[in-house]
């Protein structure tokens, strides 16, 4: 009896610090998150290897197979496809006031983190976000090109800006009411580098880069002021100016080893859009524009006489002429599941012969449950430089778990 | 000097003769704002005067399918109350306004956020989660407004969360919701006489919304026009579904607006039964303009359709 009620005792006696396992597992310089005994079990994180705080998880798979007839080079046409994105995604609450989320995507056969950042709410109707994220422009670049309506971005946010533009930074934005029926929001960014990784439409076969230290003045900016309002029981209005500015960077041509330093770029848009959804939410047209004018340096030229590569004679020109483009798109969904629509979009490219490209997107998607859609596409492009060209996609794409980037406006 | 005299005394006088007005001013209303006009309704019976209320859906919507306006947002970030239906009924568009309100006076578990479903016995709560079985809703089947027990229990969810922002007002809504349940228990005696053959009587539905009627009435859902919640019927199922009906003799599809009326049609031709199209929320017809209205239109039309004589397909 006696032995009993001393392993009794002794059991009574250690079971909390069972309970609260955090200090065994610490080493001296560590942080310290001290976890009462008491509260271990009420939290359910009684101990490091409790998953009921897990993130929310996600993955997303978007396929695309395609016809490409090219008008003058036929021996490039022909089928293909691809699985064009594997996205992992996992996003939580880290306390009332802050959440975080990543977001990794195949580019390729590599892995690459497109975002991973935290939201921090605490601050009324202000958000700062700090981490790497897409950059608050227009309506159409803050998206995962995956959520797109259309099968690519609209071609001349690709031309000017990227097809994906993602910067590590800071970013701070504010909304208001106006009235019962509108709100204003503003939001400004700091980054480190907004360079689009590579261009679609190269003027020459250079490399731009921003160096990695620099004046504060010389970071990467980006600004946003949006309003949009009810009209009407039914529809919706928004109106919408962005900028971005990369105010120093770099151009090398490392084939001829010439170079150029203190160029800048700063592309300034204006954007339109108009909703409208039936009485039952299931019917809606969209309609929507954005105007885009690109300044600064933009293009570059390599003059090369006698045509040979690295023989000394060569020379590098950058362009600094404001080129123009815009796109205008209308979608029409009849029901949650099915909808149509078309898109344009024109730019002018900063290269020296004032080359024009433009495409226009054709497309029926058919959501075949909430989580999975197919899309078929027909686009046709028109380019200057190139090749003109008539694809036929399909595209599938399905997600899996809690998806979800945020409210873009 | 004397011009400090003079002006100290109109401020004197000023203050003596407009203060009682600014006390006689009647106290600034509680904006409450109601995801459908349903709690709206029930939020103004108990509440009474001293609320004002404005709701996010107008009474048609696929409650799945609504879309945030910058007028839900404005309304979110002012009001005082906010009330739900829950069970993620909602999921669609409460979720993102709220995050972008910033209104800590309703966030989830402030006292400003009122949740109707707490404390409600859910039916159809999936055994297993899994996309496989279509748009489940984890915590259970979440149209509970269309229960006609519901009205007492949203009542009394709401009258608590009205007290939470404004105990001056309890007794007012005390004896705003006594009137209330007396006149839901009127209502309900009228419903249970209009129910009392509906017991076994076969139905089908295009989505589930009226489980909870359904249960209640003793009807029996032979089936639905969905595959599954949320996924819409492919021509295999329908003519499985087409067999069933005739095997099974059933003569009604229960509907709503925002339902895909052209293949409840289809599926109407085929087996000949009578389409019955009900609100899902009251507000979308001049004939139900409170939840009371809307439960009448819901017993009104069934019943009638279940004592019509069957159509020939």
């Known amino acids: 009896m006696q032995r009993f009620l001393s392993v009794s005792l002794f059991l009574s006696l250690s079971a909390p610090l069972v309970a609260a396992q955090g200090p065994a597992f610490q080493t001296p310089g560590t942080p310290v998150f001290p976890m009462k005994p008491a509260e271990s079990g009420d939290s359910g994180q009684a101990d490091r290897f409790a998953s009921v705080f897990n993130p929310a998880f996600s993955f997303l798979v978007d396929t695309v197979a395609d016809y490409v007839d090219f008008d003058q080079n036929s021996d490039d046409s022909g089928f293909n496809a691809e699985m064009r994105t594997l996205e992992m995604a996992a996003q939580a609450w880290m306390d009332p006031d802050a959440w975080a989320y990543f977001v990794g995507a195949t580019e390729g056969e590599e892995v690459a983190i497109e975002e991973a950042a935290i939201h921090y709410t605490g601050l009324g109707n202000s958000t700062i976000r700090a981490g790497r994220f897409f950059i608050d422009f227009g309506k159409q ?229 909430e989580f999975h859609r197919l899309r078929f596409v027909v686009a046709s492009t028109e380019d200057d430089t190139s090749d003109d060209a008539l694809r036929f996609a399909v595209q599938y794409t399905g997600i899996v778990g809690a998806h979800g980037h945020g409210i873009n406006w | 000097m004397k011009n400090f005299t003079r002006r100290a005394a109109l401020a004197v006088l000023s203050c003596v003769t407009f203060l009682p007005l600014a006390a006689a001013r009647p106290p600034e209303r509680l904006k409450v704002l109601a995801t459908i006009p349903d709690l709206a ?121 009205l007290v939470r922002v404004d105990p001056a007002g309890k007794d007012v809504f005390q004896a705003n919701l006594e009137a209330y349940l007396g006149e839901l228990a009127t209502a309900e005696a009228r419903w249970q006489e209009m129910s009392a053959d509906w017991r076994g009587r076969k139905v089908v539905v295009y989505h589930q919304e009226f489980g909870y009627l359904a249960a209640h009435t003793g009807l029996e859902i032979l089936g639905s026009l969905e595959v599954k919640p949320g996924i819409p019927p492919t021509p295999n199922h329908v003519a499985g579904l087409i067999q069933k009906m005739k095997a099974e003799g059933c003569t009604t599809i229960l509907t709503a607006s925002w339902s895909r009326n052209k293949d409840v049609e289809r599926l109407a031709e085929a087996t000949g039964a009578r389409v019955v199209e009900l609100p899902n929320q009251c507000g979308g017809s001049t004939e139900c303009t409170t939840w009371i209205g809307m439960m009448d239109l819901v017993h009104r039309r069934i019943d009638e359709a279940l004592t019509a004589p069957r159509k020939v397909p």
Not at chain 1, 167 to 196: I, N, T, Y
Not at chain 1, 202 to 208: G, Q
Not at chain 1, 317 to 340: E, M, N
Not at chain 2, 92 to 103: T, Y
């Open chain 2, 41 to 161: 309704d029930l939020v103004r019976e108990v509440g009474g005067e001293r609320v004002e209320v404005d709701t996010i859906t107008r009474g048609k919507e696929n409650l799945h399918a609504v879309m945030a306006r910058p007028s839900h947002l404005v309304a979110m970030s002012r009001a005082d109350l906010f009330v739900e239906v829950g069970l993620s009924l909602e999921i669609a568009f409460v979720p993102g306004l709220l995050e972008g309100a910033r209104n800590e006076k309703i966030r989830p578990g402030a006292p400003g956020f009122v949740n109707v479903s707490e404390g409600w016995t859910a039916i159809d709560v999936p055994l297993e989660l899994s996309r496989k079985a279509g748009d489940v809703h984890p915590q259970g089947n979440p149209h509970l407004n269309l229960d006609p027990r519901a009205g007492r229990h949203m009542a009394q969810r709401i009258f608590e969360g």
């Open chain 1, 141 to 369: 670049m803050q998206i995962h090109t995956h959520e797109l309506r259309t099968l690519e971005r609209p071609l001349v946010l690709r031309a000017y800006l990227g097809e994906e533009v993602k910067g590590d930074g800071v970013q701070w934005d504010h909304w208001m009411p106006v009235g019962d029926e509108a709100a204003v929001r503003w939001s400004l960014g700091v980054f480190a580098s907004l360079l689009p990784e590579e261009s679609e439409f190269p003027t020459a076969e250079v490399v731009t880069e921003v160096a990695e230290r620099k004046d504060a003045g010389d970071m990467n900016f980006t600004a946003r002021l949006t309003g949009f309002t009810d009209v009407g029981e039914s529809g919706m209005f928004q109106l919408g100016a962005s900028a971005r500015a990369i105010p120093d960077y770099d151009v090398l041509d490392e084939v001829n080893t010439l170079g150029e330093s203190g160029l800048d770029s700063t592309v300034f848009g204006v954007d339109v859009t108009y909703g409208w959804s039936g009485e039952t939410g299931e019917e809606r047209l969209t309609l929507g524009a954005e105007a885009l004018i690109s300044t600064g340096d933009n293009g570059f030229s390599i003059d090369d006489p006698d045509t040979t590569p690295g023989t000394g004679d060569e020379t590098l020109t950058v362009l600094d002429d404001s080129v123009f483009g815009y796109y205008a798109f209308a979608d029409y969904a009849w029901s949650r599941y099915q909808s149509a629509g078309a898109q344009f979009s024109s730019a002018e490219l900063p290269d020296a012969g004032n080359s024009d490209v433009s495409e226009i997107e054709l497309y029926y998607t058919r959501w075949l449950s």
